[in-house]
């Protein structure tokens, strides 16, 4: 029998999808991509759900996680994953919105609660910004800064090698091309940035279909 199983991506604006106009955001490609697969008759099914909130912090997502998870609990199995970091690290009023160690704290609490619904969790890295926003205050008050994204980077790996939990580095994919993969706001992907999300993204839900 076959069998029916969930993916849930929680995240912020980036998970959501959104500046794409075309495509809808790395998740929503996944979720056709996911959908095409199971109409050709390979395997088993995986449903995705876009749980993105444009401008969340891993404060807003311990408010909504246990009711999220319950609300979408596949018998056969759910794949959690969690994208948080670039409105937590950004400054505001000369304050950072969640510091690094209450970030650590949130991410942790957030992975237990997957625990209880999930065996298979991703973290998902922070993209880097644009070298024309990086250390600048733009016009909704905040600051972002390179040098936090490897900080907060590095809390996500050490959780993820610790807690044994899969790590999706978009960050490393994108570094090096990040002027051209990234929209004219310097902190969202363009289509053409979201697509090699997608990319990377694809061969790991393909071990579910």
Same mark, same amino acid.
């Given at each position: 029998m076959k069998k029916i199983m969930y993916g849930l991506f929680f995240g912020d604006s980036i998970t959501y999808g959104e500046y794409d106009g075309v495509f809808g955001g790395w998740v929503d490609i996944l979720k056709?991509?996911?959908?095409?697969?199971? %109409?050709? =008759?390979?395997?088993?099914?995986?449903?995705?759900?876009?749980?993105?909130?444009g401008g969340e912090t891993t404060e807003g997502l311990l408010k909504r996680i246990p009711h999220e998870l319950a609300a979408r609990n596949s018998a056969d @199995?759910?794949?959690?994953?969690?994208?948080?970091? /670039?409105?937590?690290?950004?400054?505001?009023? =000369? +304050?950072?919105? +969640?510091?690094?160690?209450k970030f650590k704290t949130n991410i942790k609490e957030a992975v237990a609660h997957a625990r209880q619904f999930s065996n298979t969790i991703y973290l998902v890295s922070i993209l880097p910004f644009s070298q024309k926003i990086d250390g600048v205050v733009v016009s909704s008050g905040k600051k972002r800064i390179n040098e936090d994204v490897v900080v907060y980077n590095q809390i996500l790996k050490n959780i993820a090698a610790e807690d044994s939990l899969g790590y999706i580095d978009f960050y490393s994919a994108f570094l090096d091309d990040k002027?051209?993969?990234?929209? /004219?706001?310097?902190? %969202?992907?363009?289509?053409? @940035?979201? @697509?090699?999300? /997608?990319?990377?993204?694809?061969?790991?839900?393909?071990?579910?279909?």
């Open positions: 056709r991509y996911a959908l095409q697969k199971f %109409h050709e =008759g390979n395997g088993d099914e995986l449903i995705l759900f876009n749980l993105g909130i @199995g759910n794949i959690v994953f969690l994208s948080y970091g /670039a409105n937590d690290l950004a400054v505001k009023d =000369g +304050v950072q919105i +969640v510091d690094p160690e002027e051209i993969l990234l929209s /004219a706001d310097g902190v %969202h992907p363009n289509e053409k @940035g979201y @697509g090699m999300m /997608a990319e990377i993204a694809i061969p790991i839900i393909e071990k579910y279909l």
